[in-house]
């Protein structure tokens, strides 16, 4: 039994690590986050996410690392954030914000994330 609860513990959180400055001063580069999978709900604008990148790692323009930490600006059918492609959040579809906007791959960069691209939210820093 213990076995079984530790299993889902393990598959419903995530440790992610902060790398760089998109998130400051919310979270710092190298901070461990703690973040609950996804399972069907939409996050949130103001909820912190971890989401694959829609940009693979080596094309001009994109992060290093497979998944990108970022704020929900905008849900589905929201107002889209002034410099987007268009008014409204198509449905399925997010606006990822970083917390340090001069320094962040988001939205602003790579248009509308789907829902789907979305691993986890956040729920709290790492404890040491």
Known sequence: MATSGALWIRAGILV????????LPTYHDGERLIARRRR???PRRGDVVVFRNPRPAGVP???EGPLLIKRVGAGPHEAAPAGMTADRVP??????????PAQSLDSRHLGFIP???VV???VRRFQR
């Not at 449905?91 to 340090?100: C, E, I, R, S």
């Open 16 to 23: 992610a690590v902060v790398r760089g400055p998109s998130m």
């Open 40 to 42: 069907w709900a939409v």
């Open 61 to 63: 323009g994109s992060s």
């Open 91 to 100: 449905a399925g579809h997010l606006v990822m914000l970083g917390d340090n």
């Open 115 to 117: 829902v789907d691209n």
């Open 120 to 122: 986890a939210t956040v």
